[in-house]
């Protein structure tokens, strides 16, 4: 897919080519890790294939027709290292781009009991549960670049929502 | 559709739709993603005022927003103005004016009287910013949540859009 879909939909310039790397590096996690042999949705995509489609669909200015920024590329790098870095047994999010420019994966079981994971500038994860009736939400930092690991409470609070 | 001489203040009891553009806006329950209430950069949310409107002419400003926009309608969702405003927005009468004929006639877009915009709130903190993402994920979600499920566009009156 994902190679020839930059092509199409990037051109040829410094952009396509980092994109298209961005994709090869994506295929190969499919390849390689765990995580990636994880689903989503009905059509049973490999979640890299998946998140690369909803950044595309998001990574042009104005998007949306209401002013969106473009989801810039980094987003989607640090979308794939959080998920790749959360245990196996929590299923595969789905993705968007947000108007702000950041890009989101959402964990979504019913209408009370989601998270959803904003990811920001500069390594900042800003996040927003409903589990029933409390509504927690915050910030945390995360740079897979430093070796960090997923934020222990996303964890904790996919623990919540998927308990049976 | 309301007069557009004399456009009155959206009231607490009036419904809002909100349209739901292009498949990712919609989760496989039927109901609207989170993050297509999040604002753009501007912090205003287009909505359309229900006031004497038909479900006719509500239809064709979402086909309007489709085409404009060359993306599928899937459907909309209605809101209460005063639950968003219990959630802290502003409700704001915005009607828009027809473009001009000189604009080219695929971006030209058309009157519209109903058009309100929801306007999210400032951090106290930082005059003229947003809240933080954090609290506008949450109201975002608390509407979802108490909203219903997203509404199909009519099959008999659908009409394709055109392409841009």
């Known amino acids: 897919m994902s190679s020839s879909l930059c092509r ?41 294939e998946t998140l690369f489609e ?24 640090t979308a794939i290292a959080l998920v790749e870095d959360l245990p196996p047994r929590f299923p595969a999010p789905e993705g968007c781009g947000d108007r702000d420019g950041d890009f989101s994966l959402e964990w979504y079981r019913g209408p009370r009991r989601n998270i ?13 549960a ?14 897979p670049e430093a070796g960090d690991g997923a934020p222990e409470m996303l964890g904790m609070i996919l623990g919540r929502i998927y308990r049976s | 559709m309301l007069d557009t001489a004399a456009v009155p203040d959206v009231g607490d009891e009036e419904i809002l739709a909100r349209f739901a ?4 806006a919609v989760r496989a329950d039927g109901t609207l993603k989170d993050n297509e209430l999040l604002p753009p950069p501007s912090g205003k949310l287009s909505v359309m005022r229900h006031l004497e409107a038909t479900e006719q002419e509500i239809w064709d400003e979402g086909r309007e927003v489709a085409r404009l926009r060359a993306k599928e309608l899937v459907g909309r969702i209605d809101l209460n103005a005063g639950e968003c405003r ?6 704001i009468k915005a ?12 971006q030209r877009r058309l009157a519209n009287p109903n058009h309100a915009d929801l306007v999210f709130p400032t951090a106290a903190a930082i005059p003229g910013t947003l809240l933080p993402k954090a609290d506008q ?25 055109p392409a841009i």
């Open chain 1, 8 to 48: 199409k939909q990037f051109g040829a310039g410094p952009d396509a080519r980092r994109l298209e790397r961005l994709a090869v590096e994506n295929q190969n996690r499919q390849r390689d890790s765990l995580t990636f042999a994880r689903s989503s949705g009905p059509s049973r995509q490999p979640v890299g």
């Open chain 1, 54 to 77: 909803a950044w595309a669909d998001s990574s042009k200015a104005n998007w949306d027709g209401e002013g969106a920024r473009a989801v810039p590329p980094d987003r989607l790098q």
């Open chain 1, 116 to 128: 959803t994971v904003s990811i920001g500038a500069g390594g900042l994860l800003h996040w927003a």
């Open chain 1, 130 to 143: 409903l589990i029933g009736d409390d509504d927690p939400r915050g910030t945390w930092r995360y740079s």
């Open chain 2, 21 to 24: 553009i292009g498949k990712r």
């Open chain 2, 86 to 91: 219990r959630v802290d927005l502003q409700v």
């Open chain 2, 95 to 106: 009607p828009l004016v027809a473009d001009p004929p000189s604009k080219p006639e695929p």
């Open chain 2, 137 to 161: 994920m949450a109201i975002a979600k608390a509407l979802v949540a108490n909203s219903f499920r997203v509404i199909p566009p009519p099959m008999d009156t659908e009409k394709k859009t």
